[in-house]
């Protein structure tokens, strides 16, 4: 049973760029949350989907936009990317109403 | 909003000790606390968690406890062993039906020394 799959899984864009990061989640699972983490702290929520709405955002600027697809895979996306943003970037998926996430293993975004 | 607050930052025990890693929160309508551990270059991955309605929970060498009234909840690991090296992040949440974003602390990096 594949886990939470997250692609590309290294990342290196120029400030002021655009990216796009990819999540499926885990098999019977229908919610996606978005996490950034960055070096040596724990991680902090962007956003979530359900039902390809977003359901609850975090304290994150308008650059950051996602989308859920019908078959519950997800997408993160950054505008205007800032040295900042650079971070590791963890999708977790969930069952609504259920407890326990489960974490992919991340795309390490670097912006140079 | 949720504050998550976390100690040591580092733990350094000899193989077969134990190990305690402490977290505090404040928002008093949070119900459900779990605890994950990352491994280098990889997710975290739940290793157990809590709900408010139960005081302790134990899964083989892992327990963990919750104290509602001084918002503290610890990570107990016995027995403690080289891959127990890792680093372990605590979170709180309010489970609610419109989802469950979840508030980590700062992490604890563990080392387990033969």
């Known amino acids: 049973d594949a886990g939470v799959t997250q692609s590309p899984t290294h990342l290196i864009k120029t400030r002021g760029q655009q990216v796009t990061l990819r999540c499926s989640p885990k098999?019977?699972?229908?919610?996606v949350s978005w996490y950034q983490q960055a070096l040596g702290q724990g991680p902090q929520f962007i956003f979530q989907y359900y039902e390809e709405e977003e359901r609850q955002r975090g304290n994150f600027p308008d650059r950051f936009s996602g989308h859920q697809f019908p078959n519950y895979s997800s997408e993160l996306n950054v505008n205007a990317l800032l040295l900042g943003d650079s971070a590791l970037y963890l999708c977790a998926s969930s069952l609504a109403g259920v407890e326990g996430y489960t974490f992919g293993s991340g795309t390490r975004l670097t912006v140079v | 909003g949720e504050n998550v607050e976390q100690h040591p930052s580092t733990l350094s025990v000899q193989e077969g000790d134990s190990a305690v890693i402490k977290c505090t929160y404040s928002?008093?309508?949070?119900?459900?606390f779990p605890w994950y551990k990352q491994e280098l270059g990889k997710g975290p991955q739940l290793i157990i968690d809590i709900r408010s309605n139960v005081g302790e929970k134990k899964d083989q060498r892992i327990a963990v406890t919750l104290n509602k009234t001084a918002k503290h909840f610890s990570l107990h690991i016995t027995e403690t062993q080289p891959e127990d090296s890792a680093v372990y992040f605590c979170?709180?949440?309010?489970?609610?039906?419109?989802?469950?974003?979840?508030?980590f602390g700062t992490g604890t990096q563990l080392k387990v020394e033969l």
């Open positions: 098999s019977g699972h229908d919610t």
């Open positions: 928002d008093s309508a949070s119900n459900y």
């Open positions: 979170a709180a949440s309010i489970l609610t039906g419109g989802g469950n974003k979840l508030t």
